[in-house]
């Protein structure tokens, strides 16, 4: 006799990265952020449109679902906050705002029943789960270890900016915190809009810009932040507004919004402010490479304390902080830590899976016996008629070449030798990406040893800053021959120096200081992307494509339609959608 299955909804609601999650008795079964159906970045509000596919994905109704779990808790820290409100008095502006989005989380009962199709009355056991304790299960609990040091860096969620624990089997143990106005998620965000750069998640961008610079700001930088003993830290908050005066946030739905968050002083101590249209100088660049170096020592201070709290060589690392692959990348050099898990939805997404996982084990007390290898947790579509799609959205078929090649290894030839050729190519397979970054199903590839590859798909295919890098897939089993010290890291989390004698053959995925931000990619996880790379390979000698997320400006592509407008509305000579190629025809 079979027992019925225990199902487990996990959600992110109001709040930046909204997303929904399934489990099946502790198995996970759908992974979705609500950007890819609403087709708004970082989209706000409650995840509808996610929760939906996770049933449709699992096979099963509202109904079936026995628990969700909610990555917040209205309650929590309580004392806390009314301490800070005591001691600084924020504006009634302010308080006003932080109680109606709480009360949004707690009255969250309305747009869960009307996603999961229930009754008000009958509702599955709902759990508030704090923030921080969120971030920190969807680190540990999807990770190979039995047991590991946990670090959650972030802006800020349920009042906690940074969280010190230990995991050991189903169990996470809080040891420290680092509680508002303090944080190194503020110290990167403040800094980032002083350089022009104000939607809300453009840090990466300051990332990226970071190695063209030189470090002649670092000593400003450095007293923004002051280190303290055991990992922690104080920010000098004469430097922003967000303690004093409250910052602006819009979570309620669409596109998230945050205010300015740095104060005068920041402008007295950097210079002026850049524009968002003003060219950037070298000076902005400066202030990039600074603030990077200064949130390293930073970063590096934290985890130091942790494992001199742990002494567990093993690191699970979570937060919208732990998004920051290029810090990430040098973790083994300059702490004690020598494995490193990083899930690939670290940001406030993935609140939603730890949400779900600290429920199953945590509060249920159940045994873990999920490892999240790869990150393919989304929608799939099958049977697909690219040929049809094609001319239902551009009628004049004859500017374009379609193939359908039925046999695999027919089919990778041929895209192998576009790439070969110099071709920019969409790929569209399987399930989806969990996740900000593609990895291999719903990407566009590249040939990573031409030199002017980056510039023309920064330029023609994704319209944006020229200073932007472009990501490597390479062989798992490659790994060593083209990168120095690097581990394998299937979801693109870490940035390592590309071997010297390598540097000149891949010059389109090598950044300006010599890195990459490696995925590797296996054979046992993503048998096709590896087929393909691996016919490159025997084609080129070389194991390396370059991959970029198949969007332009706008979230990961979802459906083989929105795939399609992607290709006609850009400058990509060919576009893959399971075994169909594509191909603009010359002029096209």
Known sequence: MTSTPTYVLGINAYHGDVAAVLLRDGQLVAALEEERFRRVKHCAGFPTNAIRKCLEIGGIKGSDVAHVAVSRDPHANLARKALFAVANRPSAALVLDRLRNA?????????????????????????????????????????PFDDAAVCAIDGFGDFVSTS????????IDVLDRVTFPH?????????????????????????????YGRPTFVSHIRQLVELERGGRFRLQLQYFRHASEGIEMEWEDGSPTLGRVYSAALDELLGPARTADEPLAARHEDIAHSLQAVYEECMFHVLNGLWERTHNSRLCLAGGCAMNSVANGKIRAHTPFRELYIQPAAGDNGTALGAAYYVWHQRLDQPRSFVMEHAYWGTEYTDVDAAALLAAQDGDIGAYCVKSLLDEDALNQATAALVADGKVVGWFQGRMEWGARALGNRSIIADARRADMRDLIN???????????????????????????????????????????KRALLPAITHVDGSGRVQTVSQRTNPRYHALIKEFERQTGTPVLLNTSFNENEPIVDTPEQAMHCFLRTKMDAIVIGNSIIQRRNGA
């Open 183 to 211: 944080s190194l998620g503020l110290l990167y965000t403040a800094v980032t809009q002083h350089l022009g750069f104000h939607a809300y998640g453009d840090e990466f961008k300051v990332m990226g810009l970071a190695p």
């Open 459 to 501: 330029v023609k295919i994704k319209f944006r800053e020229k200073f932007r890098p472009f990501a490597p897939s390479v062989l798992e089993e490659s790994l060593g021959d083209y990168f120095v010290d690097a581990s394998p890291d299937p979801f693109m989390q870490q940035v390592f120096a590309v071997r010297p004698e």
């Open 164 to 171: 010190f624990a230990v995991g050991r089997g189903n169990h």
């Open 103 to 143: 009360r949004k989380v707690r009255d969250l009962r309305g747009p869960l029943a009307e996603a999961l199709a229930l009754p008000l009355h009958g509702l599955p056991r709902l759990h508030f789960v704090e923030h921080h304790p969120a971030h920190l299960a969807s680190a540990f609990f999807v990770s």
